[in-house]
């Protein structure tokens, strides 16, 4: 499960319980309300209607004593009203059914009402004359408390789902940095050492985030340092010391590749005839420094698709694409005239020989130097 559902879960059930506290808090203040509303009410109505009934008591089968009590019950909100002699003797009894209708039942048992019965004494000039009994009815209270219970439920679901639409959106925006940090680890893992451009404003993520981009930053530039040192490690080990060109190990590589794809092209193979007699005459530094410039020349020979190598010795190889025998021709007198003019400066006329090959696909490279 992500994090953000859990935290969803966990702040949902937070308010659902908090919620469900002050709901029953809610409706209980509202029962107790009602409780004390219907006590005051049904001492008044006992009181003032006590007094109205006063004057009538002097005659106790008057029958206005009836039709002044029923003018007052008829309103629904009494369970029971009884006039009483002064001998507790009961002249006019009302009362009505205690079904509660439209309100359901677990309602009345975990938010009961009771019922009041309020007490006045009527009297007749010094005299008392008799004792009114007004019982409240909790059917009206009980349908009030289901109205504002109903009221309260439908708006406090709207704050709820307002709530966690909400919770959802911060989340969201808290937790999608998480998301961009998770991406950057994967792109670290993958060798692209990526950094966060927009850091989260939460401060412990922005300072993941941060953590991330400098590790990021540091790790990147050790593998491409490292890259370098073993891209020069790998170029030195492909060329000659001595001459910086490729060496015969590379030669075969390429050689073998050219013939792989069905390149077609000539190797020209040159060899110093006696390098012995220039280190006789002028010792082995000038066969090095000999060695060198050809070298040297050899890589700026004005033509494309060339590449120069030294085997070993004195044996040097040249590699071309070209198939042209014209440009081919034109790739040797360079050479030849590079080795007269070479010749001259080392007091040596008969300085190289070379010899031209041409390969495709069905050659051998077994074959070729021999040919």
């Known amino acids: 499960m992500s994090l953000s559902k859990q935290l969803l879960i966990l702040l949902t059930l937070i308010f659902l319980i908090v919620f469900s506290v002050n709901f029953v808090m809610s409706m209980d ?10 006590e005051v ?3 008044d109505t006992a009181t003032s209607l006590g007094l109205s009934l006063s004057p009538h008591m002097a005659d106790e089968t008057d029958p206005i ?4 009590m029923n003018a007052i019950f008829d309103t629904g909100y009494y369970k029971e009203m009884r006039l009483l002699d002064v001998d507790g003797n009961e002249l006019v009894r009302l009362t009505n059914p205690d079904e509660v209708r439209g309100v359901p039942s677990w309602l009345i048992r975990f938010f009961p009402i009771e019922t009041v019965t309020a007490v006045s004494e009527i009297s007749t000039g010094w005299n008392i004359a008799g004792t009114l009994q007004v019982t409240s009815n909790p059917g009206y209270g009980y349908l009030k408390l289901y109205e504002q219970f109903k009221s309260t439920l439908k708006f406090s679901l709207l ?3 307002g709530a966690i639409l909400l919770l959802l959106v911060v989340l969201r925006m808290t937790l999608r940095p998480l998301k961009a940090i998770t991406e950057q680890a994967n792109d670290i893992s993958a060798g692209k050492f990526t950094v966060i451009e927009n850091l989260p404003w939460t401060r412990e993520v922005r300072s ?3 953590s991330m981009n400098s590790m990021s930053t540091k790790i990147g530039k050790t593998i491409h340092h490292l890259n370098l040192r073993l891209d020069k490690l790998n170029d030195n080990l492909n060329r000659d010391p001595l001459t910086n060109l490729l060496n015969q190990q590379t030669f075969n590589v390429d050689i073998k590749q050219a013939l792989s794809i069905g390149e077609f092209g000539h190797v020209i193979y040159i060899k110093f005839d006696d390098l012995s007699a220039v280190v006789k005459n002028q010792g082995k530094n000038a066969v090095d420094a000999l060695l060198k410039d050809f070298a040297s020349q050899l890589q700026q020979l004005p033509f494309a698709n060339v590449r120069s190598y030294r085997w070993y010795g004195s044996e040097f190889a040249v590699l071309t694409t070209d198939s042209n025998m014209q440009d081919i021709t034109r790739i040797a007198e360079q050479i030849q005239a590079l ?9 040596h006329s008969d300085l190289l020989h070379m010899g031209i090959v041409s390969y495709e696909r069905s050659s051998e490279v077994e074959r070729l130097m021999p040919a």
């Open 65 to 68: 004593l009836r039709t002044m």
């Open 159 to 161: 704050i709820l789902l």
């Open 339 to 347: 080795a007269s003019e070479l010749g001259q400066q080392y007091e």
């Open 29 to 38: 203040n509202i029962r107790s309300y009602l409780q004390g509303e219907s």
């Open 208 to 210: 993941v985030a941060k």
């Open 41 to 43: 009410h049904v001492q």
